[in-house]
T-cell receptor
Framework: DTGVSQNPRHKITKRGQNVTFRCDPI?????LYWYRQTLGQGPEFLTYFQNEAQLEKSRLLSDRFSAERPKGSFSTLEIQRTEQGDSAMYLC?????????????FGSGTQLSVL | AQKVTQAQTEISVVEKEDVTLDCVYE???????LFWYKQPPSGELVFLIRRNSFDEQNEISGRYSWNFQKSTSSFNFTITASQVVDSAVYFCALSDGSSNTGKLIFGQGTTLQVKP
């Protein structure tokens, strides 16, 4: 068990391009979360999955964002037609969930820079 | 609405000094959970502690201790005899006790720099 893995670590793209990030959670964890963190701020919740079902999406997640978790294993987060405001660290976390006090295990994040 | 405030943006101490990181929260829930996470330069947040709203006992884990006071809506974190390896960004977070998820509301974070 090597923890939560995120790829790529860094992504630089031009405005208007599409980008996709991948998260591999800890294998036995049924819940997977995406958060976004901008410079000098705490992480903000974007969405979460329980197994393959996406159960909640934040209003921060515009129509340009889509997340999937096929087969309840890894997850992808796609941003279409990127904007400069999308520049941020995208963090993935997983947990063996079911309660409000579940401990989250975070990956090191994908740093997105939109030029 | 739920909110977490960490008023200290940056703190700098010399090794072996004690340091307290403040956290104030707002919630209308009667059941909720509070957390502290550490974010080292590598980026991944590391869980430190969780507390439920019904347990106001202070907790000590090695050089770390936490003081939870519902009367002042605070959940402060103290590092005793700080070390250079404690340098990181520390986040306080709040979860909704009714949602049964790991959806957290994070504070802005406090950057701690421990100088040798």
């Amino acid at each position: 068990d090597t923890g939560v893995s995120q790829n790529p670590r860094h992504k630089i793209t031009k405005r208007g391009q599409n980008v996709t990030f991948r998260c591999d959670p800890i294998s036995e964890h049924n819940r997977l979360y995406w958060y976004r963190q901008t410079l000098g701020q705490g992480p903000e919740f974007l969405t979460y999955f329980q197994n393959e079902a996406q159960l909640e999406k934040s209003r921060l997640l515009s129509d340009r964002f889509s997340a999937e978790r096929p087969k309840g294993s890894f997850s992808t987060l796609e941003i279409q037609r990127t904007e400069q405001g999308d520049s941020a660290m995208y963090l993935c976390a997983s947990s063996l969930g079911g309660t409000a006090n579940e401990k989250l295990f975070f990956g090191s994040g994908t740093q997105l820079s939109v030029l | 609405a739920q909110k977490v405030t960490q008023a200290q943006t940056e703190i700098s101490v010399v090794e072996k000094e004690d340091v307290t990181l403040d956290c104030v929260y707002e919630t209308r829930d009667t059941t909720y959970y509070l957390f502290w996470y550490k974010q080292p330069p590598s980026g991944e947040l590391v869980f430190l502690i969780r507390r439920n709203s019904f347990d106001e006992q202070n907790e000590i884990s090695g050089r770390y201790s936490w003081n939870f006071q519902k009367s002042t809506s605070s959940f402060n974190f103290t590092i005793t005899a700080s070390q250079v390896v404690d340098s990181a960004v520390y986040f306080c977070a709040l979860s909704d006790g009714s949602s049964n998820t790991g959806k957290l509301i994070f504070g802005q974070g406090t950057t701690l720099q421990v100088k040798p």
